[in-house]
């Protein structure tokens, strides 16, 4: 059976349900969002929600200004609950080279409109957070105004706000291919799909989707692993605290934390793995972390590659992608609302082709990279 459409958006994490709502709201006509599986079974619903303004690139820092505005208003914007939990981040170094892009980065994101950074020496670090041990670092450079959302708070406020604009949205409906036919795009699945426009959006699936029309992006998912303590430090403030030298990562889950380690080269083999290795990092850095009582263990699978930044834009006349590795909860809305405004012949006045799907990545602008870290 084929059916006709005005649009198509392939992938239900939060991009695809941004893409979805967004081409709506631009009048596009009738628009059909389809996920091979449920909202959210990809990358989104295993991430940790972090929405920073922390980056070095201007267009990096622009979607952040972007993305912070989105999801400090979207309750308001949707009608739908979404809290933004408002903890900072904070980022600590004893590396100079490290210290040294801290601060270009801090003067970057100034720059670029976000003038709440602050990097700051030891004694002023202890001040935000007095358990941890200040030992050795250089600085820490400290944003109060990120923080960290529930990614799929974002995706069923998308799917309501689409569903009330028209969107017909189908789960469990798996693209094999998109190919032209009779002047028109056609989906195949478990039907077919004739449409004018058709963005994909589907997280690592998306390079398998492109592959015949000369895309080949690099993406790939891989197994992530944290774990939730015992409630601790109730009351008190706890940001998002990234020790850049040794990879520790804290952050605050309602009355609990959210444990993990950054990747520098290594791979870990599970939780135990995990929970050894953070250990080893506490002792110096947060000693008191290590007598918690860990009581769940949370595996995500997100999407890495390239040089850290998303691939997005056109592929062929009406055909269209976003396919990101990392950050895609933070920068997903605002770029999504960008390629719709695209689509539908409103330009953003903002240029993406740093971004551009065809691009051959060159080396990363993330300053923590060239240290051989993945966030």
Known sequence: MTERVDAVVIGGGIVGCAAAYYLAREGIGKVRLVEADVHGAGATGGSFGGVRQQFASPLEIEFSRRGLAFWKSVEERLGAPCPFHQDGYLLL??????????????????????????????????????????????????????????????????VKGARALGVDIREHWRVERIERGGGAWRVVGPDVIETEHVVVAAGVHTRELLRPFGVDIDIRQITYYSVLTESAFVGERVPMIIDVDSGLCVEREGDQLLLAMLSRGRVLRGHDDLVDQFTAAAEHRAPTLKDLAIVKHVTGHPTVGGDGMPYAGLVERGLWAIAFVGHGAMHGPPLAEVIASKVAGTPDAIDISPWDVRRTPGPSTVWWRRQGMTE
């Open 93 to 158: 170094t004893g590396d100079q080279s490290v210290a040294d892009g801290l601060a270009r980065a801090a003067e970057a994101q100034k720059a670029g409109g976000l003038p709440d950074v602050h990097v700051l020496a030891p004694d002023a670090i202890r001040e935000i957070v007095p358990w941890l041990h200040t030992d050795g670092l250089l600085c820490a450079s400290w944003t109060p105004g990120d923080g960290h959302v529930m990614p799929m708070d974002g995706v069923f406020a998308f």
